[in-house]
C-alpha cells in the first residue's frame, strides 16, 4: 500500500493509509485521521509495496475548527515509487505551489503524424514572477493530442507567475507531438497565445520552448 503524511504551516502532521490499488488512470478517495491544526502546505508519500506506481496529482480538503472547506492541489513529481529501491524512489515530498488557477487550450495540427499517444506531457508556464508546472495533459476517458481537436484542460492551485512570457513543454513518452497553437489563461485574465510558427515536434529529448 502507500501511506499519506500532510504538513500544515505550523508543522502538525497527520494521515493514513490510501487502497494499494491503484490502477492506471485511477482515481481514489480516503479519509486521513488526525486533527488539523492548520492549512496542509506540503504532503509526504511513502511506498509499503514492491510494485511502482507514479501519482499525477493529490487533492487534499481539510477542515478547520468553524467548518471551513479548503482545498489544496498537489502536482506530481513524476517520478516512479517503490519499496524496491530498483524501482523506484521510497518516499517523495511535493507541497502546494499557489492558488492560481490556468486554463490551457491545445489545438493539435493536421499534418501527418502531428498526433500522439503515451507521451503524458505536462507545460512549464513561465513569467515576470518565476515559473509553475501544472499537472500532466490529460482529460479522462478521452482520447487527447488527436489531428485538427482542441483539448481543453484547467490546473488549479498553482503559482502565479505574473506577466506570462514562455512555455516549456515536457514530454515523459517515447513519442513526438505537433500542436498548432497552445493557450494559457490565468483565470479573470486574457489569455495568452503561443502559435508553433515553426512547426516544431515536441519530444522527450527536444527544448520544447516556447516564447512570445
Known amino acids: 500500500g502507500i501511506y499519506i503524511t500532510l504538513s500544515s504551516g505550523i508543522n502538525a502532521e497527520y494521515g493514513g493509509p490510501i487502497w494499494s490499488d491503484l490502477g492506471k488512470g485511477s ?33 487534499v480538503q481539510s477542515e478547520d475548527n468553524k467548518g471551513i472547506h479548503t482545498k489544496r492541489y498537489f502536482y506530481s513529481n513524476y517520478i516512479w515509487m517503490s519499496s524496491d529501491p530498483s524501482k523506484g524512489v521510497l518516499t517523495q515530498e511535493i ?10 487550450a491545445v489545438t493539435t495540427s493536421t499534418m501527418k503524424g502531428a498526433d500522439a499517444d503515451h507521451i503524458w506531457p505536462s507545460v512549464i508556464i513561465k513569467g515576470t514572477k518565476g515559473e509553475t508546472e501544472t499537472g500532466i495533459l490529460v482529460n479522462q476517458n478521452h482520447d487527447d493530442y488527436e489531428k485538427g481537436v482542441t483539448d481543453i484542460y484547467t490546473f488549479p492551485g498553482m503559482k502565479d507567475v505574473g506577466q506570462i512570457s514562455c512555455i516549456q513543454v515536457v514530454v515523459r513518452g517515447n513519442g513526438d507531438w505537433l500542436f498548432d497553437t497552445m493557450v494559457v489563461q490565468r483565470e479573470n485574465q486574457d489569455p495568452v497565445t503561443f502559435n508553433n510558427a515553426d512547426e516544431v515536434f515536441v519530444s522527450k529529448t527536444g527544448e520544447n520552448t516556447f516564447c512570445l
Do not use: H, R
Open 95 to 104: 507541497c502546494k505551489q499557489g492558488d492560481t488557477v490556468y486554463a490551457i
Open 27 to 59: 482515481v481514489k478517495n480516503f479519509t486521513a485521521l488526525g486533527s488539523p491544526t492548520g492549512l496542509i502546505s506540503c504532503i509526504e508519500l511513502t511506498m509499503l509495496t514492491p510494485d511502482n506506481w507514479m501519482p499525477n496529482k493529490v487533492v
